[in-house]
């Protein structure tokens, strides 16, 4: 870890990041052209930024994802075992209040929201070791390919943690910049954060505050309220393959579906659209499913089929109530 060397004098123009005149003209740059928008002075800014840490290790785990192959009995192993359904079975008896009351508020089953924190930071146990303002800045002025990206959620961290009266120095999260049990960015911070315990505050390391919030999330992203997710679909001879993995929008209709070689076990209008697809579930073996518009929306929170499908599984796994009601198929 490299700390940054702010020489921080009596103007914008004294500020220096150790010796690479590049970021620290970048800095400069940053600061005064946002430091209105975050409500912050410059020279409040300035004293923020004298205190960060650039982190090598961050860059070297984002230019360094893993190549080899995940398949999926792999990553389900990580979130589906009896040591985390324990823990989201625990999880929800002891906020059963306040999630129902997110489940009534935005139609979100609370087991969803509550399988979302399991898979995000296992129930609010591993919330993150980096200082977010550390990681921001790294990834803001170091990280070349989405540096335009993290300068805006560097931005939008300074607005939330002045609009929100906390420490910009304090809060930590991933290496990534995500924050609190549902791991939220900055942006998502800001547009679908809510006070959960009428504190008059949105901290999203209260839990009562991350379970409305991650409702709010979904709602706005187009969860339909007692619709169905997702269904097992099993092959027909003759199946047409090449309308497999298009899209994880909902692009095709369950009549077009069946008519090219499968079958699920669900009901439908036969112009629901829905988005059919297969996930490797080892090396010679693929499950297919057809998901519908909630599973797309689960999506929107993680870009992955993996991931919306094993947020699914562990909220059935969760479940204190009959599965079936709330159309888990």
Do not use: C
């Amino acid at each position: 870890m490299k700390k940054i060397f702010l020489i921080l004098l009596i103007s914008i123009t004294s500020v220096n990041i150790h010796s690479n005149t590049l970021v620290n003209n970048e800095l400069k740059n940053f600061i005064k052209n946002n430091h209105i928008h975050t409500g912050y002075s410059e020279k409040e800014l300035i004293g923020i930024f004298y205190d960060v840490e650039i982190n090598n290790e961050i860059l070297k785990k984002m230019d360094n994802q893993p190549e080899s192959k995940i398949y999926y009995s792999r990553y389900e192993s990580w979130f589906i075992n009896k040591k985390n359904i324990k823990e989201g079975k625990n999880f929800i008896k002891k906020n059963i209040n306040i999630l129902r009351k997110a489940e009534l508020k935005f139609g979100v089953p609370y087991e969803i929201i509550a399988a979302i924190i399991g898979v995000e930071t296992r129930y609010g146990n591993i919330l993150g070791k980096h200082r977010i303002i550390d990681s921001l800045s790294t990834l803001s002025f170091f990280y070349e390919r989405r540096k335009n990206f993290f300068q805006s959620e560097l931005k939008n961290y300074l607005i939330l943690t002045k609009r929100e009266n906390l420490n910009p120095l304090n809060l930590k999260g991933s290496y990534a910049g995500a924050m609190g049990y549902g791991q939220f960015m900055p942006s998502s911070y800001l547009s679908f954060g809510v006070d959960g315990n009428s504190d008059g505050t949105i901290n999203l390391y209260d839990v009562n505050d991350a379970i409305l919030s991650i409702g709010n999330y979904l709602n706005k992203n187009g969860w339909k309220s007692g619709e169905y997710i997702i269904s097992e679909m099993k092959l027909r001879k003759n199946n047409n393959k090449n309308i497999l993995n298009k899209s994880l929008k909902p692009n095709i209709t369950i009549y077009k579906v069946r008519k090219n070689g499968y079958y699920d076990k669900l009901v439908f209008n036969k112009k629901e659209k829905v988005t059919p697809f297969y996930i490797e579930r080892d090396k010679n073996k693929k499950d297919y499913y057809v998901g519908l518009n909630n599973f797309y929306t689960i999506t929107k929170y993680n870009r992955s089929r993996m991931y919306a499908l094993v947020v699914f599984k562990l909220a059935k796994e969760i479940s204190d109530r009959n599965k079936k009601y709330y159309k888990f198929k």
